[in-house]
């Protein structure tokens, strides 16, 4: 018996080694960053959908290409036992000619769908073709005449046609039906996918125009349940930035998350919308969580399903869980600086400071003018007293996002904590003058005071921030910067009030 005893746990000790070596190469390595997949890591049933070339003559028209290309890879990622590379990732390689086999490495996928679209009027021809990562060989083609009516048809049927070709079980009808959706007119449609095309760019004044073309598509079909779930994602994210008032902006993201499920329960998207409202301006912790793995379970290939729900699960200090689901997320999409970004943010508040260094500084080489990694690494920088550098990465992302109330907070708060109480004055009276115009959030204000040392004001605006509902406070307990206020008897009251767990 103790001999049995014994190899089973040599058995358990090796399993749960192999299970932290995988954990250091997916999520704690930096240095295992884009274009590092390791081939034998890559799923055998994995597909990337490139950007379809427009070929239109009317440049306009890339929205349409893009947002068909989209489409496709939503359809494909319904089919069970595949994974899909998502869009931020795929959509790196518009380009017309792709090296498939790098683009392949880099994306952590076998297989790769490329095309073009050509609209004429309601008229489409697409061509598609299936290559093999390793050796190039295109081994399925084909070209689809078709009326702008039979869109969303269309993109099953392509879908339908890939899953056969990679011979992935369909259902017993032989043919896998993703969309099931009432067909909006082809008006909302395009106005949907001009909507989309915003969202992605995620800068504020892309997302109010995202609304507004997303407002656009629901006014000519009511019904449109994808036009609400994209007024949700774009009121979230202006919420989280900060340019609209919390009470303003998740609101109008929760109501549009229900009423698209209202019209169509099967959409992912709106469930981790709702997540995002639970967990930012509810502050229902279970709820939260709840969403979030619906989401993933009605679509196992949404990244952003499990990217904020990584967000959740660093704030509730499981940190361990976080490291899975930013890990699957970054295996969706290997390439999104926002991904990346998460995954040192996470590292972050896990106390990790050096290594968040690392990771943020990968992200940075994805793209340099990405605010978030700037805000992130300043506040790794801050977290070691590495003033100078702090101030330097926070002062980008005041250059990206123009003036905006949360970099100049964290500038200020340096500025105090640094001694330099000047500065971090002439930062308040910013704060105050950008007030009288635009949303300020007092979480921001709070900091500067803490930095400042003058701890009655800091709790007064903390308070504010309270009451405004602020989205930050979620981090009231992992954020260092609080480290003097945490003796303090009133501290423990807002913890407390706020609700976060012990």
Partial sequence: MEHLL?????????????????????????????????????PEQSIAVLPFFNMSND????????????????????IKGLKVCARSSSFQFRQKDVDIKEAGKRLGVRTILEGSVQRDGNRLR???????????????????DESMEDIFLLQDKIANAIAEKLKIGLLENGQQSFTKKKIPNKEAYDLYLKGRSSWN?????????????FRQAIALDPSYAAAYAGTADCYNALGYLSFLAPKEAFPKAFEAATKALELDSTLAEPHASIGFYKFYHEWDWAAAEQEFRTAIDLNPNYELGYDWCGYYLTAMGRFDEARVFLAKAAMLDPLSVQISTDMGFSIYYSGD??????????????????????I??????QAKKMYPEAISEYKKALEVLGNGSVPLAQIGNVYGVSGN???????????????????????????VYAGMGEKDKAFLWLDKAYDERSQWLVWLKGDPRWVELRSDKRYPVLVNKVGLPH
Wanted: hydrophobic fraction near 45%; glycine fraction near 6%; proline fraction near 3%.
């Fill in 6 to 42: 014994s190899k089973k746990n040599v058995i358990v000790s090796l399993i749960l080694i192999t299970i932290l070596i995988a954990g250091y190469f997916l999520f704690i390595n930096p240095k295992m960053g884009a274009g590092k997949n390791n081939v034998n890591a890559i």
């Fill in 59 to 78: 440049s306009v028209q890339q929205y349409f290409s893009d947002g068909l290309t989209e489409g496709i890879l939503n359809s494909l990622a319904h």
């Fill in 126 to 144: 697409i061509t598609a073709q299936l290559i093999n990562v390793d050796d190039g060989f295109h081994f399925w083609s084909e070209q689809y």
């Fill in 201 to 213: 760019l995620r800068t504020p004044p892309d997302l109010i125009k995202g609304i507004d073309f």
């Fill in 353 to 374: 400071y050096d290594l968040a260094i690392k990771k943020l500084q990968v992200a940075l080489q994805m793209n340099s003018r990405f605010p978030l990694a700037h």
């Fill in 376 to 381: 992130w690494l300043g506040r790794s920088y």
């Fill in 421 to 447: 109480k000047a500065e971090a004055q002439k930062i308040l009276d910013t704060l105050t003058s950008l007030s009288t115009h635009r949303f300020v959030t007092s979480y921001g204000v709070a900091l």
